[in-house]
Nanobody, 120 residues
Framework: QVQLVESGGGLVQPGGSLRLSCAAS????????MRWYRQAPGKERELVAA????????NYADSVKGRFTISRDNAKNTVYLQMNSLKPEDTAVYYC?????????????WGQGTQVTVSS
């Protein structure tokens, strides 16, 4: 079955960096775009970044443009989120997401999430 397993979260000081990873299995990773979302306490889940199948096109939320970089390694079935110049408002649980297609249907899959806390 489809599995998305995030890692790399933690506690970091403002201005610091973290690199999140999402290891995917159970589907043909290179066939699908991938996304990172985040959800802060008391707020709705929001899209942070997205990347196309081959990695040629990326998109970012305005709040993270210029600071975060999404990338993927199709040989390793892994998508990454490099986060630089972190701010306290980046504190959230970060989720990996994929929308797959099969037999005319769409299927949504989420990882379990990884906590990122930005605090001094």
């Amino acid at each position: 079955q489809v599995q998305l397993v995030e890692s790399g979260g933690g506690l970091v000081q403002p201005g610091g960096s973290l690199r999140l990873s999402c290891a995917a299995s159970g589907f043909t990773f290179s066939n699908y775009a991938m996304r990172w979302y985040r959800q802060a306490p008391g707020k709705e889940r929001e899209l942070v970044a997205a990347i196309t199948r081959a990695g040629g096109t990326t998109n970012y939320a305005d709040s993270v443009k210029g600071r975060f970089t999404i990338s993927r390694d199709n040989a390793k079935n892994t998508v990454y989120l490099q986060m630089n110049s972190l701010k306290p408002e980046d504190t959230a649980v970060y989720y990996c997401y994929v929308l797959t297609f099969s037999d005319g249907r769409t299927y949504s899959y989420w990882g379990q999430g990884t906590q990122v806390t930005v605090s001094s």
